[in-house]
Nanobody, 125 residues
Framework: QVQLEQSGGGLVQAGDSLRLSCLAS????????MGWFRQAPGKEREFVAA????????LYADSVKGRFTISRDNAKNTVYLQMTDLKPDDTGVYYC??????????????????WGQGTQVTVSS
């Protein structure tokens, strides 16, 4: 089991950028594929992006493709989500998550076993 601690987020205007970070501890970070999810008010949690342990494969939701970039630094036990050209529809609580299958990246929420505490991102128009 890995423990995940998130940082970043906040209130920005449309078109701005933000970077979220997620620091892993109590586990071997490279044993996990990592993902980011978000949950808007009144909606279900949805997939945003994922990355495998070797940085070689990434996966994005269509709604963020070309604007968001997921990356990881295994030496720092950290996964990042760089968000650019933010839109009001990007507003929500963002969560990082770990999947104990390092070479496989999938959007299905149920395969992710460990979760960060969530961080609020609010984009004003």
């Amino acid at each position: 089991q890995v423990q995940l601690e998130q940082s970043g987020g906040g209130l920005v205007q449309a078109g701005d950028s933000l970077r979220l970070s997620c620091l892993a501890s109590r586990g071997i970070f490279s044993d996990y594929a990592m993902g980011w999810f978000r949950q808007a008010p009144g909606k279900e949690r949805e997939f945003v992006a994922a990355i495998n342990w070797r940085y070689t494969d990434t996966l994005y939701a269509d709604s963020v493709k070309g604007r968001f970039t997921i990356s990881r630094d295994n030496a720092k036990n950290t996964v990042y989500l760089q968000m650019t050209d933010l839109k009001p529809d990007d507003t929500g609580v963002y969560y990082c998550a770990a999947d104990f299958r390092p070479g496989i990246i999938v959007p299905e929420i149920e395969v992710y076993t460990d979760w960060g505490q969530g961080t609020q991102v609010t984009v004003s128009s």
